[in-house]
Structure formats: structure tokens, C-alpha cells
């Protein structure tokens, strides 16, 4: 699975923005689908998953009520909304797939098989 990522930018403050994330190869269906991000200096953090099963979706407490991760299995994409932006979420983000996650590993990207090259965004005050 080819992962590719996309919709990074500059923003101010309290602005909005909307990555994709598309793959070719495989549909996205079968797989859990995160965004990390990593920011200048930093570890790379997991943000937002989707799980292959039920569709469950799961954020780290920092994006929770701004971010939604989303599927749209006919384009083969998943996205990450991101509303209300602050300076503290400028990093790369990426997106990355893997199967057969479970729960306490969504977060660690060790648990990932495939990532996408990365989109940097930028929120300045």
C-alpha cells in the first residue's frame, strides 16, 4: 500500500484545514488508518486513528472537539478536519495504515506497516 498524503499549509490561529490521505494498491477499507505528527525537535505523537473494525475513532486529548478523523471509501481516502488551529499543532503530519491493531497499540507507530511521505503545517499566531 502506497500511502499519500496531502492539504498541509499555513494558517493562523483558529483557522481550518482539511488533510487527505489516499491510497493506491489496496482499498483503505481493510485497514487502521492513523495521522501522527511531529513537530520541530519532538517525538512523532499519534493525533487521530480509525479503526478497520466498527469505525471506531480515537484522538489524543490535545485535538479532541477540534479534529475528526473521516473515511470515504469510494475515493479511497481518509481525512483529518482540523478546526480551530493553534500554534502548538504545527508539525508534519502523516498518515499511516496497518491491520490487525489492537487497541492499546493504536497510538504507537510501531504498529503501523505503511506511511505516507508527510504535509507540514504551519499555525501562526
Known amino acids: 500500500v502506497q500511502l499519500q498524503a496531502s492539504g498541509g499549509g499555513s494558517a493562523q490561529v483558529g483557522d481550518s484545514l482539511r488533510l487527505s490521505c489516499t491510497a493506491s494498491?489496496?482499498?483503505?477499507?481493510?485497514?487502521?488508518v492513523g495521522w501522527f505528527r511531529q513537530a520541530p525537535g519532538k517525538e512523532r505523537e499519534f493525533v487521530a486513528v480509525?479503526?478497520?473494525?466498527?469505525?471506531?475513532?480515537y484522538y489524543t486529548d490535545s485535538v479532541r472537539g477540534r479534529f475528526t478523523i473521516s473515511r470515504d471509501n469510494a475515493k479511497n481516502a481518509v481525512y483529518l478536519q482540523m478546526n480551530d488551529l493553534k500554534p502548538e499543532d504545527t508539525a508534519i503530519y502523516y498518515c499511516a495504515a496497518g491491520g490487525g491493531i489492537i487497541l492499546s497499540s493504536i497510538g504507537d507507530p510501531r504498529a503501523y506497516d505503511y506511511w505516507g511521505q508527510g504535509t507540514l503545517v504551519t499555525v501562526s499566531s
Open positions: 494498491g489496496r482499498t483503505f477499507s481493510g485497514y487502521t
Open positions: 480509525l479503526r478497520r473494525s466498527g469505525g471506531h475513532t
